[in-house]
């Protein structure tokens, strides 16, 4: 009997073997290649100690997104076994050269340890169906071919080149690896090389990269060819154009003429010795230079404008004080102080200016011996600057905005018949700015000063310093410094803008300055200037700019004829009262130009139907019609005089007005606490104690029973979500404190303010002006203030005057006898009449 054949046996699946991780966000190892990778995560970290403890070998798998943290689920399967290398350590981790052994694949990804670990399968490469196919052997001589020739053209030594081909020798899997590991390919393109298996396909995309790679080569070096022709040609442009500027030159024509013409104009200047100087030498120098060179442009336009600057050009001054003033009121209403204080300024102006005009100048002193000369053209010289520039001092205008601070500068220069010049600062954070930027940067150009300058036109123009408070210190220096010089009139006569490099006199300059607010301003700066104050119009004032220069304004600008609108003085005053809320007059004019412009609309109705309607006559009752519904509720007087309830009154930059000092007594724990609410400040609290300790201190002269004490006092300050501060508050809290205390009501048509202290003194207070015209215009026809303000009164209209009733007092007892019904008395002998 025969026995069967046995059955052919099947091959035993390869041993999975077991590497550490190495995970790669933009790195694709090959077989056979050897590459250095820097190693800086812990988990990558961990893999190199775990292969380190195991046979020094790690599976190198890319992410596929390029982040910090890796995720086993966002590695590629496929990757290299790699042999770890030398290492470095580095401050940001590990250096590790890795030696690519072969293909494999990730079966599984096991974590423990902080160490992320594979089963590996090696991948095995799919040969061709038959290696000594014409088509396979062709391609493979090409990849060659073409690999030799990108290096060539790369500039790489061919036997180096070579030598790496060589060293695969035959075979091809391995030669399209290798010539992968050089090409200049991402990430994704080497992982698409790297999980080709298939030997026949992986050439050929291999021989696609090297072809895209020579032609982008070819393209680079065309474009390099191309560059270096044009350079050629531009070369050549420029040595043409010398030749051509030069035979210009020779016959007068072209840019010679134009550099001709700079130099006579500079010439033509009565400049300083030492910027005439300076300016020569530059010129010789701009004759030497290329005109196509940027030194040539840069050099040129400095001249330029140091050409059109006014060296000598000045305005013919004339200082008329009854011009001045009559320029003044023309322009202003209002404004009394600032006119006086600008009038005594141009007063002394005329003054100085004709005693230096007595004097014998250095122009008409006799010869003498030349004496050495310092950089600012000698000491007579800034001798003279400085007696001109003590002469015309830095006005600082502060005050709020809208009052009319640039608008009088501006009358100023009219007044004087000099130019006029505005520098806005707000914002200016570059010390170049005043200084001007070095000629050595693309771009530089004057500073701001010596632009005005040459707008302007004149030596000795009148130049607005606008918002100096504004100005603020950025990394290119302080500009609030660099005009420490400029209004310092020892140095003035000889600043120096960085962009011109010569010295010019500002010391004919009149400057004025303006502020919102004072604290801002450093004190330095401060120091060298004079400060003259403007205050916020009144409600009459507004009304009469209004009036004179507001309407007649936005009527022209509305193109509306004349006649065909009139407002009411009634009617502005509503506008002022219930439309607006300011210290000037800007938003007024808005208002305005709102009413004309709605009245622009009916004229162009009218005419668009020819019919040619009477005058609009704009009364009270009419505002609200064209305006809607009021922006702001002024206060009024009390009703009724009120227990607990006293009538103050209080100053704002946008003006003043009244307030009401509530107090009440309530039933506490015996002890007599004081509350105090309505958001006030720490003065204003400290003033509400000191009511408290005197009216506990003098309840016998109060006519306040001792019980009274054991109950607490709540002192409110309406509107609860304004802030408020200040002393002022002091009598009226105590007024209102010892209404509650004794049952006297306070009277509803009296308003008081002045600083009270703990033995019952009243203080003088500032603002009396504006709190008394706010008072009047909420109703109130009696006011009491502190004896000190009684100059004050002078500022008020002749008319208010009149119909006030004005009390001055020295002690709480005064105020109480005037605000209190009846004055103190014990509450059993108030009646409702008195």
Do not use: C
Not at 269 to 294: N, T, W
Not at 462 to 474: M, N, P, Q, W
């Amino acid at each position: 009997m025969s026995t069967p054949d046995p059955s052919p046996t099947t091959p035993s699946p390869e041993p999975l073997a077991r590497h550490p991780v190495l995970a790669a966000r933009d790195a694709v190892i090959f077989p056979g290649a050897t590459v250095v990778v820097h190693v800086g995560r812990a988990k990558s970290l961990a893999a190199l100690e775990a292969a380190d403890r195991g046979d020094g070998r790690v599976l190198v798998l890319l992410q596929r997104e390029n982040e910090e943290e890796i995720v086993p689920e966002r590695l590629h399967t496929i990757g290299t076994v790699a042999r770890l290398g030398e290492r470095k350590r580095t401050p940001f981790g590990v250096r590790v050269t890795l030696e690519g052994e072969r293909r494999a694949m990730a079966v599984r990804l096991v974590e423990s340890a902080n160490v992320l670990e594979a089963l590996v399968r090696t991948a095995e490469d799919i040969p061709p169906l038959d290696a000594a196919e014409p088509a396979f052997v062709g391609m493979q001589r090409e990849v060659r071919d073409r690999s030799i020739e990108l290096a060539e053209k790369s500039g790489l030594p061919d036997e180096l080149v070579r030598g790496v081909i060589e060293s695969v020798g035959d075979d091809p899997g391995g030669l399209a690896d290798v010539i992968a590991a050089h090409l200049d390919l991402d990430a994704a393109e080497r992982q698409a090389v790297l999980e080709t298996l298939s030997i026949e396909e992986r050439l050929r995309r291999v021989l696609g990269h090297l072809l895209r790679q020579i032609e982008l080569v070819d393209v680079q070096r065309d474009i390099r060819s191309r560059v270096k022709r044009d350079l050629g040609d531009r070369q050549r442009e420029a040595l043409l154009r010398a030749q051509l500027s030069a035979i210009q030159r020779e016959l007068g024509e072209g840019e010679a003429e134009e550099l001709d013409e700079l130099r006579e104009r500079i010439a033509a200047l009565e400049l300083p010795a030492p910027v005439r100087k300076e300016v020569d030498r530059d010129i010789a120098r701009l004759g030497r230079l290329s005109r196509e060179s940027m030194e040539f442009q840069v050099l040129r336009t400095s001249l330029e404008t140091i050409a059109e600057l006014p060296w000598n050009e000045r305005s013919e001054e004339r200082v008329d004080l009854e011009r001045a003033a009559a320029v003044l009121d023309e322009d202003h209403h209002g404004l009394g102080d600032v006119k006086d204080r600008v009038l005594e300024f141009l007063a002394v102006l005329a003054l100085r200016r004709a005693r230096d005009e007595a004097e014998p100048g250095p122009e008409n002193e006799p010869e003498t011996e030349p004496v050495a000369q310092d950089a600012t053209d000698g000491e007579t010289a800034s001798t003279a600057a400085s007696r001109r520039a003590r002469s015309a001092p830095i006005l600082l205008f502060v005050g709020p905005p809208g009052v009319g601070k640039t608008s009088v500068a501006r009358s100023i220069a009219r007044a004087l018949g000099r130019e006029y010049g505005r520098i806005a600062l707000g914002g200016a954070r570059d010390e170049a700015d005043i200084r001007g930027h070095r000629r050595t940067y693309v771009g530089a150009m004057p500073g701001r000063l010596i632009t005005a300058l040459r707008q302007a036109g004149t030596k000795n123009p009148v130049l607005l310093l606008d918002e100096v408070d504004k100005l603020g210190a950025g990394l290119q220096g302080d500009p609030a410094a660099a005009l420490l010089e400029v209004l310092d009139p020892a140095q003035n006569h000889a600043f120096v803008d960085h962009y011109l490099g010569v010295p010019f006199d500002l010391s004919e300059v009149l400057f004025v300055a303006t502020a919102n607010l004072i604290q801002r301003i450093p004190a330095p700066l401060l120091d060298r200037m004079e400060v003259v104050e403007f205050r916020g119009y009144t409600e009459i004032e507004k009304r009469e700019i209004a009036r004179r220069y507001l309407l007649p304004r936005q009527l022209a600008e509305s193109a509306i004829p004349e006649g065909r609108l009139s407002v009411t003085d009634a009617a502005l005053e509503r506008i002022i009262s219930h439309y607006t809320r300011e210290s000037g007059v800007r938003r007024l004019e808005r208002q305005l130009a709102k009413l004309t412009r709605k009245i622009a609309r009916e004229v162009a109705v009218d005419r668009a139907s020819e019919d040619r309607a009477l005058a609009v006559a704009i009364d009270v009752d009419d505002v609200r019609g064209y305006l809607g519904r009021p922006r702001v509720w002024p206060e009024k007087a009390a009703t009724d005089d009120q227990v607990g309830v006293a009538t103050g009154m209080y100053y704002t930059p946008a003006g003043g007005d009244i307030m009401f000092v509530e107090a009440i007594t309530m039933p506490g724990n015996g002890r007599g606490e004081l509350v105090l609410t309505g958001q006030l400040g720490d003065v204003m609290k400290e003033s509400g104690r000191a009511v408290w300790s005197y009216a506990r201190a003098h309840a016998g002269a109060l006519l306040i029973e001792d019980e009274k004490f054991g109950r607490d006092v709540h002192i409110h300050v309406p509107a609860g979500a304004i802030p408020k501060d200040g002393p002022s508050a002091g009598v009226t809290m105590a007024t209102a404190v010892v209404s509650a205390l004794t049952g006297v009501p306070a009277r509803r048509d009296v308003a008081m303010t002045g600083e009270i202290t703990l033995t019952g003194r009243v203080l003088p207070i500032g603002g009396v002006k504006e709190k008394v015209l706010g008072a009047v215009r909420a109703g109130i026809t009696t006011i009491v203030i502190p004896r000190p303000n009684e100059a004050d009164l002078e500022d008020l209209p002749e008319r208010v005057r009149d119909e006030l009733v004005v009390h001055l007092v020295d002690e709480l007892e005064e105020v109480l006898a005037v605000a209190l019904r009846g004055g103190l008395v014990r509450p059993d002998e108030v009646t409702a009449d008195r």
